[in-house]
């Protein structure tokens, strides 16, 4: 079955203290894995797709890159705006042209000032 | 940029009552899903719409039916509301390529 699993549920970092978001897959043939943030009460925003091992992608202080296995989401010197939950998303051959994706359960992540 | 609006950012309705959630998108977008997101279940998607008058039951269709009777508007019906479907729902769109962009959310509560 595919699975997503995200790890830590949760996690603080004080401002400035550099980290790393785990985002494991199991999947029928990786057709895209997807980042999103979501502050709370709110619908979720669109970070980096990611299409094969070794992509990598940025955007200020975060990064995303991608295995055969995992993603890891690295936030730099991370600022008490980066709080959020950030989710992981895979989409697989099995979803045709419908685009259904996979979430994982999501990481909560604090940054203390 | 991409957008998603979404009728209501807050809903309180009663039992049994039927409810309305509209969805609307501005980039001419083939395809538009539903989703709830729970804590703990993450976010589980109800219906998904393809084109114009197309739809598929996604993971948790029970309770809700769809639709799609214009390209940007997607709408989820509850025909009789529950207190378990007091949730978060979601909207999203998405072109040919990959990324699904979301809407706002619309926090319902069921009494």
């Known amino acids: 079955e595919d699975q997503v699993t995200q790890s830590p549920e949760a996690l603080r970092l004080q401002e400035g203290e550099s980290s790393s978001l785990n985002c494991s897959y199991t999947v029928s043939g990786l057709r895209g894995l997807f980042w999103y943030r979501q502050d709370p009460g709110k619908g979720p925003e669109f970070l980096f797709t990611?299409?094969?091992a070794g992509e990598e992608k940025e955007k200020e202080r975060l990064k995303a890159t991608l295995t055969k296995k995992e993603s890891f989401l690295h936030i730099t010197a991370p600022k008490p705006e980066d709080s959020a939950t950030y989710l992981c998303?895979?989409?697989?051959?099995?979803?045709?042209?419908?685009?259904?994706?996979?979430f994982g359960q999501g990481t909560t992540l604090q940054v203390k000032p | 940029d991409v957008k998603v609006t979404q009728s209501s950012r807050y809903l309180v309705k009663r039992t049994g009552e039927k409810v309305f959630l509209e969805c609307v998108q501005d980039m001419d977008h083939e395809n538009m899903f539903w989703y709830r997101q729970d804590p703990g279940l993450g976010l589980r998607l109800i219906y998904f719409?393809?084109?114009?008058?197309?739809?598929e039951k996604g993971d948790i269709p029970e309770g809700y039916s769809v639709s799609r009777e214009k390209k940007e508007r997607f709408s989820l019906i509850l025909e009789s509301a529950s207190t378990n479907q007091t949730s978060m729902y979601l909207c999203a769109s998405r072109l040919a390529a990959d990324t699904q962009y979301f809407g706002p959310g619309t926090r319902l509560t069921v009494l």
């Open positions: 990611l299409y094969s």
């Open positions: 998303a895979v989409r697989n051959h099995g979803s045709g042209n419908t685009g259904k994706l996979i």
């Open positions: 719409s393809y084109d114009v008058k197309m739809k």
